[in-house]
Structures are given as C-alpha cells and as structure tokens.
C-alpha cells in the first residue's frame, strides 16, 4: 500500500517535471525565458540552414522589425494606457510579436535595442514547442505549449537527435497551425486579421494545399548538417509582403479596347481583367488595414503626351473606399500621439481615380484606422481572392490634343505594404513604404486624323 502511493507520488512528479507547462493555459506569466532554447542554439552547428532561412524572414523580426517598433511603443501603448477597453495589447500583440515575453509575463518587453530575449520574435522553439490550440478556431495566439526536451514537427526522421526528441505533430503540416498567429480578433470582436479563414474558406484548402506549400516549399535539403537528406525537407523560407519576389506576378493583368480605331472625341472603352493566380488567401491578406493594391491605367499618343484613365464607378456599397479620393482619414492617430481633435493625413496617397483593392477598417467612429486594435467594423471586401477574375472598366473620351497614330495604354498594378502618409506622419522608414509592381500589360488603339 504504502510502495504503490509512493511509487504514484514518483510517476507524478515525473509527469510534473516533464510537462509542467503543458498542464496549465500558455498564458501571460506561464512560462519563464530559460524553458525556451534560442535559435542560436538550434541553428548554431546543427539546423544552420534552417537558421539562416529563418534569420532573413520577417519571423525572426516580428519584434525588432522598426515598423513593429513603432506602431507597438508610439501607438498602441500609449492607447492602451488610455483607453480600457483597448486595454489588452499592452499585453496582447506580444503574444505574436514576442511570445517569449508574453509567456514570461515581461511586458512591455525592453526595447529591441535592449537586446533581451524578447528579439528572439517567432523563434525555432516557440513554433517547435506548441502541441495545440485551445478551442476550435485558431486565433490570437491560442496556442498550448509545452517546451522542453521534446520538440513537435512534422517527421521523426531516419536520425536521432543528440539534443532532443521529437514527437510527430500533424498540427505543424496543417495550416491551422499558421491560423494561431495569423488570425486576430480585436477588442471589439471584429476579424481583424483572417489568413487562415480566407484560406480555408478558399479553393486550396480544399485540395489540401497549406500554407507550407507555398511559404515552406519542399525541396532535396538536410533538415540539419548531420541528418540525411530528404527529397521533401520544408525550407523555413516564410517569405511574404517583404519579399518582392513573392509579390510580384500575383496578378496577372489583361487590357483590351472595345474597339481599335477612333477619332479624337470618339469614346473607346478598356477592360482590364486581373486574375490571382498566386495566393492560396485574398491579396493583399495578413495586415490588410495598412496594405493597398492600385491599378494606374494611362494613355500615350504618339508625340508621348499622357493622358490618366480614371477607373469607371461600379456602383457597389463603400465603392468611395477603393476608388482614390482627396480625403482625410486615420483621426484615431490623434488619441496616441496627444494631437486633440487630430484632422488625420491623405487617405491613400496615389493618384486619385484609381482602383484600390482593399478592405477598410472604422474605428468605434467610424473612421478609417490603421490600428486594428481599435477596429470596431470593417467596410467593404475589394481584395481579390484566391483564383478570383475582377474586371474594371476605363471609359476614355479622346481629346482632340490626342496626335494621331498609334495611343499605347498601360496598365499598371502596384502594391504597397503601408500607405505613404500614414508612413511619413509616422517616420516609418522607406523600404515600408516601397511600391512594388506586381504587374503590367500594354494595349494599343489607333487615332485616325
Ligand atoms: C507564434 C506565432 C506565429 C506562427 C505560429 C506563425 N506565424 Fe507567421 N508571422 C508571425 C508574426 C508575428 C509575423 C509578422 C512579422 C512582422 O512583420 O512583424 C509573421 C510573418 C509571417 C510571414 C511574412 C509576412 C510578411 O509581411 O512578409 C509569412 C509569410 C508567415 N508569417 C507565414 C507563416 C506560416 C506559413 C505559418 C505556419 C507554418 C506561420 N506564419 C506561423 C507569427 C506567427
Ligand atoms: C513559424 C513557425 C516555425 C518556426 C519559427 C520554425 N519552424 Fe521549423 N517547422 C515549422 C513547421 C510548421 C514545420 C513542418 C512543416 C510541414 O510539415 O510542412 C517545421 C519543420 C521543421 C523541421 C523538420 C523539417 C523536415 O522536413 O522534416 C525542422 C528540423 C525544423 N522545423 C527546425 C527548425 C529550426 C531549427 C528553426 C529555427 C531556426 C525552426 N524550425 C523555426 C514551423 C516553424
Ligand atoms: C498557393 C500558395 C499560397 C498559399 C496556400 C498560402 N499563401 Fe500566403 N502568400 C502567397 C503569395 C504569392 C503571397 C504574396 C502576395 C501577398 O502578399 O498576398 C503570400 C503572402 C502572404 C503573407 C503576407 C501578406 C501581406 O500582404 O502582408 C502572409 C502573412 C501569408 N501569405 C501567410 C499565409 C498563411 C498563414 C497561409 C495559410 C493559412 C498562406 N499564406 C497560404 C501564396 C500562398
Ligand atoms: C494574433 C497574432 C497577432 C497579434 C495579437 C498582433 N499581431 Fe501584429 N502581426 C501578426 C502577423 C501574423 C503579422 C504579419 C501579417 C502580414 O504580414 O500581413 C503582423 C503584422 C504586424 C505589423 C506589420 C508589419 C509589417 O512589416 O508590415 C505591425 C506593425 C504589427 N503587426 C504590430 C502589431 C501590434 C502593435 C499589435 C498589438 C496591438 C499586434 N501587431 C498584434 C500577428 C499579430
């Protein structure tokens, strides 16, 4: 009797000791900084690959990156500090940004020039340590970790690991998995971030494609120096809005006229249809309260005067929002930065008429924000989803300055991770603020004398 109640005492404190964390909700405060190894110690001699691909992806920046910087500690602080009912990001964009730090209850965590562990961001062993999510929707965070000496992933693998074991996790090949981080509901309820919903929603999930696929691609690699090599390891590219490369093409773009040959004064229409053939969520997806992608379209005559086509108007409710205009928005900047009665900065800053494919967010006001924390509603979907066709059309009156001869009409898609005004009042730096083409075609008509 007294043998079997000490031998339960001694299972116990072995399952304590192993699972410790695993037992209570990863919540703020759960988990100290030294259960967690650094991704120098994972990609040091052994995963360096791994590492390397890790280091050059936003991943490893989620908390250093300066844009992050700034809109963590000028913005969302100082409007935690004022307003309860935002109250919660103080704590709560660690739980994506640092998780090291929310976990160890270390918030604000010290600035990124401080060099704490908060830097580590989206490190080797957060994404190695989660054994799950609490519910059913992943979202904000809601992951359940368990660090230590077992590390979940997708393989065991042919070699064994000196430093640790390895439990198979089908969780790690499914885009679920992603949904943790890259689903966020803000104070006010609203889905102010929904990668994983667009994506499951869409036609890949479907077919079984996940984000892995795209953002992790397989290919003939050494998951670490001194393993084997697999034909199908998972690069750890996570390569997304800071990649040019992964930007550009995801549209494709077509531009024809209604008919060919006019006279000046004569109106021709141009269709342009934009087909994403790229993305397995919406575009632009992710941040979308900061993101715009606008379609220029502009006409050259042979003497290389150019004439800009506004898009012609749909009709649709909250078209005012994607079509670009001279007006102010982003009041809600004021309450952060102490401006009383702030009139806001130029909603868009490109040139006005053109297309904007965007979703925007309103503050309890129902203005425009940049602040997803303090989005109380959303306006209208004009992303374009996954395989989604949108077509616009370009009504355009020939002036009679047109030269005759032949009139090439460009159009031009941009991309833009954060608008330019919200960008300048906010001293982002420039690469932030980078137009990228995603893409181009040209058409011709000809103008008759
Ligand atoms: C623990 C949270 C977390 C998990 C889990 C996670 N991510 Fe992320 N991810 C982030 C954060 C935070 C950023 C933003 C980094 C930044 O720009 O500050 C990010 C950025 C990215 C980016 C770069 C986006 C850009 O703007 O360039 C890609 C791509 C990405 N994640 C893909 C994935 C995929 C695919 C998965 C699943 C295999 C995944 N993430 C799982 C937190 C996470
Ligand atoms: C954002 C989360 C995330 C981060 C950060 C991350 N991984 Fe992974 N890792 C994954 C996922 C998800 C998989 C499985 C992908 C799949 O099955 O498609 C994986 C797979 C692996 C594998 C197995 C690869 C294979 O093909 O068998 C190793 C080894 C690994 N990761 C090591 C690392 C190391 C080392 C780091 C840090 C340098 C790291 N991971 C950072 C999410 C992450
Ligand atoms: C079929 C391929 C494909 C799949 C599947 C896919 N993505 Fe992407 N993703 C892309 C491409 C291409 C881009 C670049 C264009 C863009 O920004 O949307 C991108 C961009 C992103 C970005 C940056 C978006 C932005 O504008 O800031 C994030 C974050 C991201 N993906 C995460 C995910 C997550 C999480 C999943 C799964 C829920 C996923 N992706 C599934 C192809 C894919
Ligand atoms: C549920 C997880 C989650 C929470 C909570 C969260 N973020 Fe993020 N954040 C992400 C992910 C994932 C991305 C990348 C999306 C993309 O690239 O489009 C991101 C992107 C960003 C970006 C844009 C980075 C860039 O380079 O374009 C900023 C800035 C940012 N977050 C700041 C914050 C702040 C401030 C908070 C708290 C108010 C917060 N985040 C809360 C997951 C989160």
Redesign the pocket.
């Known amino acids: 009797m007294i043998r079997l109640k000490l031998n339960s005492i001694i299972i116990f404190t072995v399952i304590l000791s192993i699972n410790i964390w695993a037992q209570k909700a990863s919540g703020l405060g759960s988990i100290p900084y030294d259960a967690f190894k650094t991704p120098e110690y994972c990609g040091t001699s052994c995963h360096t690959d791994f590492y390397q691909q890790w280091k050059q992806s936003?991943m490893s920046q989620?908390y250093t990156?300066h844009?992050?910087e700034?809109?963590?500690f000028e913005?969302?602080i100082p409007h935690a500090e004022k307003d309860e009912k935002v109250a919660e990001?103080r704590e709560?964009?660690n739980?994506?940004?640092a998780p090291l730090s929310y976990l160890a209850g270390d918030v604000p965590p010290p600035r990124p020039s401080e060099n704490s562990r908060a830097n580590e961001a989206v490190s080797c062993d957060v994404c190695h340590s989660i054994t799950g999510f609490e519910g059913d929707i992943p979202?904000?965070?809601n992951y359940i970790m368990s660090p230590g000496k077992t590390k979940y992933s997708s393989r065991i693998g042919e070699v064994t690991s000196p430093a640790h074991e390895i439990v198979k996790s089908d969780l790690h090949s499914s885009g679920d998995f992603c949904g943790?981080?890259?689903?966020?509901k803000s104070p006010f309820g609203i889905w102010v971030?929904s990668?994983q919903i667009e994506w499951r929603e869409g036609p890949y999930s479907k077919e079984g494609v996940q984000c892995q696929d795209c953002h992790m691609p397989k290919a003939a690699a050494k998951t670490a120096t001194m393993g084997v090599e697999y034909p199908d390891t998972k690069l750890h590219l996570f390569h997304?809005?800071?990649d040019n490369g992964k930007i550009k093409g995801t549209i494709e773009l077509r531009i024809h006229p209604d008919i060919r040959e006019v006279e000046p004064g004569e109106t021709v229409k141009f269709t342009v249809a934009l087909f994403n053939q790229k993305t397995g969520h919406k575009f632009?997806?992710?941040?979308?309260e900061?993101?715009i992608v606008w379609l220029h379209v502009e006409a050259t005559d042979s003497d290389g005067n150019t004439f800009h086509l506004p898009v012609d108007k749909k009709g649709f409710d909250g078209e005012e929002y994607t079509i670009s205009a001279d007006v102010l928005a982003y009041q809600d900047m004021g309450i952060a930065k102490d401006i009383p009665d702030f009139k806001g900065v130029q909603r868009d800053g490109v040139p006005f008429g053109d297309r904007i494919f965007r979703m925007p967010y309103f503050d309890p006001q129902g203005r425009m924000t940049i602040?997803?924390?303090n989005t109380a509603s959303l306006g209208v979907d004009y992303r374009i989803g996954p395989r989604e066709t949108k077509v616009e059309t370009f009504t355009f009156n020939i002036p009679f300055e047109a030269a005759p001869g032949k009139m090439t009409v460009k159009a031009v898609l941009n991309y833009q991770?954060?608008v330019t005004p919200v960008g300048e009042f906010l001293n982002v730096p420039e690469d932030?603020l980078e137009i990228v083409k995603v893409n181009e075609h040209i058409t011709d008509i000809n103008i008759y004398d």
């Open positions: 936003m989620a990156h844009w992050d700034i809109e963590y913005l969302a990001v709560g964009c739980g994506c940004h979202y904000n965070f943790i981080c890259h689903n966020e971030k990668t997304g809005a800071h632009p997806t992710g941040s979308v900061d993101r602040q997803q924390w991770k954060l932030e």
